[in-house]
């Protein structure tokens, strides 16, 4: 029903939330599987949990390295430490590494990251 140009019309903005997602999908029975396959193709990419940019083929500007940081640092002041910590656990051999995690550790290591 939606092409990507429809859903890239119908959004507007280069980043965008699963809200804004789904509402572009309404016209679909199950635009979740929708949503599955726009990540397959690279149509959109995701973010972090609940948040979303277009792929590449489909950005009226691009994903910077700066505008990627700058991404990266609000969802850093929007994470609940404790409850990615609690997330993680079961997948973590020596707990201990967790102990340095907080908002101000995952800050610090933001300007670390290259994008490729």
Known sequence: MNSIAQIRQSIGGE?????????????YRKPRDRITRLLANGAIVRI?????????AFRKEPLTPERLQ???RQA???L?????RREVVPFVVDQRAL??????FFRQIIPRMVSI
Do not use: P, T
């Not at 609940?80 to 990615?84: P, R, S, W, Y």
């Not at 102990?99 to 101000?104: F, G, P, T, Y």
């Open 70 to 72: 700058h991404l990266l």
């Open 99 to 104: 102990d340095v995690w907080s908002r101000d």
């Open 48 to 56: 972090k949990k609940g948040l979303y940019c277009f792929g590449e």
């Open 15 to 27: 980043v965008f939330d699963y809200q804004v997602l789904l509402h572009a999908l309404a016209g």
């Open 80 to 84: 609940d430490v404790e409850q990615a």
């Open 76 to 78: 850093v002041d929007d």
